[in-house]
């Protein structure tokens, strides 16, 4: 069974750099076929994909978040990273990882971690 756990702070400053990290138990992040992705979701709003880390290695970002987003991944811990710069109270939001398969299609979820963008 695969799980996956989001971590980082609650709070964030506005025009300082969100990081979020997902530690994944219960299967590699190198295995293939699998992307690793952050999804988010603000307020009163639908769900958001941010981006995704293949097994490889690649990176793939939302156009609209590309200049703002960076994902990595640390493969002796198992995990992956979402950095987001310069955020603004919009970016205010629930924020998931999620394992992605071809489609695309997720089909496991860590449970979400808040993060609120305010002075």
């Known amino acids: 069974q695969v799980q996956l756990q989001e971590s980082g702070p609650g709070l964030v400053k506005p025009s300082q750099t969100l990081s979020l990290t997902c530690t994944v138990s219960?299967?590699?992040?190198?295995?293939?076929?699998?992307?690793w992705s952050w999804i988010r979701q603000p307020p009163e709003k639908g769900l958001e994909w941010m981006g995704a880390?293949?097994?490889?290695?690649?990176?793939y970002y939302n156009p609209s978040l590309k200049s703002r987003t960076s994902i990595s991944r640390d493969t002796s811990k198992n995990q992956f990273t979402l950095q987001l710069s310069s955020v603004t109270p919009e970016d205010t939001a629930l924020y998931y990882c999620?394992?992605?398969?071809?489609?695309?299609?997720?089909?496991?979820w860590g449970q979400g971690t808040q993060v609120t963008v305010s002075s």
């Open positions: 999620a394992r992605e398969l071809a489609g695309p299609s997720y089909d496991y």
């Open positions: 219960g299967g590699s992040i190198t295995t293939s076929d699998y992307y």
């Open positions: 880390i293949a097994y490889s290695g690649s990176t």
